[in-house]
């Protein structure tokens, strides 16, 4: 039995979630513009109830696990480069709950990109290890858990 492949739409579909709308196709740091995705969407989920913004958080992280499994596999390459909606879960764990501010959003998103370029343990090993969906997902996320602890404690610190 061979792996069904998306055609038609739902390529195109995964394709644009994939790359956060086509920022991922950006010719130099893709990771980096594809995070930008992230800065409008704190905006509008910074505005939900708590609750809301979990169940909204939750949705994107799975949506993601998927829509990166996928993309990968019409790629042909797991973390392929134009992939970077897991930039966006990264980024909105990194300002997760907290009210929106150009302060708080670019302080985010610096030291998002920071902890997903630095990859410090255990984002390094799902990087070098689990090359599906989910090691493409987690390793920004475990980046946006660190940069969330970069951020508050800089806005506990300095604001």
Do not use: H
């Amino acid at each position: 039995m061979t792996d069904f492949e998306p055609r038609g739409a739902l390529r195109k579909l995964i394709l644009l979630l994939s790359s956060n709308g086509g920022l991922g196709y950006a010719p130099v740091a893709p990771g980096t513009f594809g995070s930008l995705a992230g800065i409008p969407c704190y905006y509008y989920l910074s505005r939900f109830g708590w609750s809301l913004q979990l169940l909204s958080l939750l949705a994107i992280l799975f949506l993601s696990f998927w829509v990166c499994d996928q993309a990968g596999k019409l790629y042909r390459e797991a973390d392929d480069g134009r992939i970077v909606i897991d930039e966006l879960i990264g980024y909105l764990i990194t300002v997760a709950f907290l009210p929106f501010s150009w302060t708080t959003a670019l302080l985010g998103f610096f030291w998002f990109r920071t902890f997903d370029i630095l990859k410090p343990p255990p984002a390094s090993w799902f990087d070098r290890r689990m090359k599906n969906g989910i090691g493409v997902t987690l390793d920004d996320v475990i980046a946006g858990l660190y940069a969330a602890l970069a951020l508050r404690l800089c806005l506990a610190l300095f604001a």
